[in-house]
């Protein structure tokens, strides 16, 4: 059974940072592309990050390009995502999912003064 | 940016009455190798987003027959033949298209009349 597990979650003030990792399990992890989907308290779901099988490629969406930096470490099965400069806009659930079919139970950043 | 939009937002149904929601493109969907990369997923309350369908049509494990997706180019529809309880929840399309960028719907609530 594929297994995503979420950590790192948390309050965090403006201008802040904060690390989300995700380790997987039940499925051969280095395979996978793997991406990083956001959703804003009562909103819709946001793609966030995308990395490559072997972590040579990544892409972000406009709105954390600069500020988010997801990576792997295909050894320990995980994969993280690492906000800087975080605001209030960043304040959502995050999710891991391989590949946009399996998902984490996701964790919420809240970014609040 | 390819923009998605799904209707309706709102969709109140019946106890095994059939339920039906768009979703429109903004670009056609039509990836240079034939494929057309428009998945639907299913967010029920309180739980992580589960993919339904993907490239269009194609049920993923375990999703109830009753569940089906149509389309093509630009116009795509996911079908429910006959609504049950545990389908209550928020319908999402996403296009994967036009990679590295991924674009989900607004989402489409359906609740039980």
């Known amino acids: 059974e594929v297994q995503l597990v979420q950590s790192g979650g948390g309050l965090v003030q403006p201008g802040g940072s904060l690390r989300l990792s995700c380790v997987g399990s039940?499925?051969?992890?280095?395979?996978?592309?793997m991406h990083w989907v956001r959703q804003a308290p009562g909103k819709g779901l946001v793609w966030v990050s995308r990395?490559?099988?072997?972590?040579?490629?990544?892409t972000y969406a406009d709105s954390v390009k600069g500020r988010f930096t997801i990576s792997r470490d295909n050894a320990k099965n995980s994969l993280h995502l690492q906000m800087n400069s975080l605001g209030a806009e960043d304040t959502a659930v995050y999710y891991c999912t391989r590949d946009l079919v399996d998902w984490g139970q996701g964790t919420l950043v809240t970014v609040s003064s | 940016d390819v923009v998605l939009i799904q209707s309706p937002l709102s969709l109140p149904v019946t106890l095994g009455q059939p339920a039906s929601i768009s979703c429109r493109s903004s670009q056609s969907l039509v990836y240079s190798d034939g494929n057309t990369f428009l998945n639907w997923f299913q967010q029920r309350p309180g739980q992580s987003p589960r993919r339904l369908i993907y490239?269009?049509?194609n049920r993923d494990s375990g999703v109830p027959d009753r569940f089906s997706g149509s389309g093509s180019g630009t116009d795509f529809t996911l079908r429910i033949s006959r609504v049950e309880a545990e389908d209550v929840g928020i319908y999402y399309c996403?296009?994967?298209?036009?990679?590295?960028?991924?674009?989900f719907g607004q989402g489409t609530k359906l609740e039980i009349k």
């Open positions: 490239k269009v049509s």
């Open positions: 039940g499925f051969t992890f280095r395979s996978y592309w």
């Open positions: 996403m296009q994967g298209t036009h990679w590295p960028l991924y674009t």
């Open positions: 990395i490559n099988s072997d972590g040579s490629t990544t």
